[in-house]
């Protein structure tokens, strides 16, 4: 459920610099969900992810 998933202080953090750091939201997700065992175990899904950045770069 949405209302379930939320991203961290620290999964906003990398998500953050991965993308400073010209990572594409694609590959750091598939990154971040290889970390924790598995896109079910992340907390927030790939369009979490991009939206978060589409918010932050609106700020």
Same mark, same amino acid.
């Given at each position: 459920? %949405? &209302? /379930? @998933? +939320?991203? &961290?202080? *620290? /999964? %906003?953090?990398?998500?953050?610099?991965?993308?400073? &750091?010209?990572?594409?939201? !694609?590959? $750091?997700?598939?990154? %971040?969900?290889?970390? *924790?065992? =598995?896109? #079910? #175990?992340? =907390?927030?899904?790939? @369009?979490?992810? +991009? #939206?978060?950045? @589409? $918010? !932050? @770069? /609106?700020?």
């Amino acid at each position: 459920l %949405a &209302s /379930q @998933r +939320k991203i &961290s202080e *620290v /999964q %906003a953090f990398e998500i953050e610099t991965a993308d400073d &750091s010209g990572i594409m939201p !694609k590959a $750091s997700h598939e990154y %971040a969900c290889r970390l *924790v065992g =598995g896109p #079910n #175990n992340l =907390g927030h899904t790939y @369009r979490d992810r +991009k #939206n978060h950045l @589409r $918010s !932050k @770069r /609106q700020l």
